[in-house]
């Protein structure tokens, strides 16, 4: 048996689904299972490593307008930034507790977005909301921090509509002693809409671990992705034209694969031919909008999220410590 034919069976084993091709190097491998997904990651790219150090890398951003990615490190309570220029540099500190009473577990903001103002949203765990980062650059502007009276869990990515409305995920994660947190308030985990006049709407409350959210090109189809390691899947949703979502359906189902990689289905983006970009065990995982697996990006470590940058042909992806990379042949949404 040749080497391939071994790496093959091993990916086999492990997907459920035989890989034909595989590029490793020393940061990371890609992984090949359908001849389609050379049309969105070149057969030469490979994934680079831009930086580390970091407790735990989340929500990249990227904004256009100066040229640089954003991305949280949520226990460092802290917003980094990099860019081809200058590199890696402190951004914003105090981003998702800005309390005066020490505290631990996950603290920090975790997904980042910009708003059509150019304004960046951030989901606050310490604070348990949603909000605007005003332009002092220091200080906020809550947009969401309750449904019907209750404090969130600790809001965790979110997603604008082409409307201006923000959908958002509501895990626990950021709740210092977790699910069962004396300060909790709601008992359940919820999908919301948060509209231009600030009403909020639970969406669905079905998820036990809602994560990352995406739409699809179209605004039709929400992607939510669950990262309970004993119900590990990306749901798919219809919008219905009110903005509310109808039956949701398991788009991908990855719990057996949970035990045997690193990671759990987390951020997400879609790029603009409609295909899904989902970390997950063993990194991004790459699906057409049929649920199709086309490939997947495994830089070794448990990956946290992924979003499109620079000329939007770059993946950069947020895994445990590090910052990477990968050239791409698609473009993503914004």
Known sequence: MNRRSFLSLSVLAVTGSVAYSMTVTKDGTVVRHDARFDQLVPADASLEKLADGFDWAEGPVWQASENRLLFSDIPKNKVWQWSKKDGLASFLDHSGYTGTTPRGGERGCNGLAFNGAGKLLLCQHGDRRVARLNDDGKTFTTLADRYEGKRF????????????????????????????????????????????????????????????????????????????PLKAYWMSFPVKEDGTLGEGKIFYDVTRQVPRMKGLPDGLKVDKQGNLFATGPGGVWVFTAQAELLGRIDPGCATANCGFGEDGSTLFLTADKSLYRIATSTKGLF
């Open 153 to 228: 869990n600790s809001p965790n990515d979110l997603v604008l509509h082409q409307n201006g409305d923000i959908y958002f995920t509501d895990p626990p994660y950021g709740l210092e002693k977790g699910p069962n947190d004396p300060a909790r308030e709601l008992n359940f985990c919820g999908v919301y809409r948060l509209d231009a006049k600030g009403k909020v709407t639970l969406l669905t409350k079905e998820l036990t671990r809602p994560n990352g959210i995406g739409f699809a090109p179209d605004y039709k189809t929400l992607y939510v992705a669950n990262s309970d």
